[in-house]
């Protein structure tokens, strides 16, 4: 059984070691902005707020927080819907598009070039652990 030192100095370690600057883009593609401007290019049609509450599992409010934001920074557009004064469409700007593919192509190039200074069989082996200690958390 580990001792809680070794639990502490461990999650020291882990905190030193990730790479904010690359995981901090990663992570705002996977949830927020970055995940709201993909959603918005992938789907057809008209999506309501809501909508985008349910796919990101968090609160109507936590949405229109996030999409007052967006829409200041001319990332969306947002209007009440045409079939339904109570829901508000959220559609992507060119300035949205843009900003989403400058953000995968950041995240790509950063991909690259971790893989060029580490080696894709260290990067593999470092996800097989990774998706290891997942499983052991998901328990």
């Given at each position: 059984?580990?001792?809680q030192k070794d639990a502490q100095e461990f999650l020291s370690k882990l905190r030193c070691c990730r790479p904010q600057s690359f995981f901090g883009k990663v992570d705002e593609c996977q949830r927020g902005t970055g995940f709201i401007l993909a959603y918005l290019e992938e789907v057809s049609g008209e999506v309501i707020a809501g909508d985008l509450a349910r796919e990101l599992n968090v609160s109507t409010a936590r949405i229109a927080a996030l999409l007052k934001t967006m829409e200041k920074n001319e990332l969306i557009i947002r209007y009440q819907?045409?079939?339904d004064n109570?829901?508000?469409v959220v559609e992507i700007t060119q300035k949205g598009i843009d900003y989403s593919a400058?953000?995968?192509k950041q995240i790509l190039e950063k991909a690259e070039l971790l893989l060029e200074k580490v080696g894709k069989e260290e990067l593999d082996e470092f996800i097989r652990i990774s998706m290891k200690i997942k499983e052991a958390l998901d328990e």
């Open positions: 059984m580990a001792s819907s045409a079939t109570r829901q508000t400058a953000m995968k």
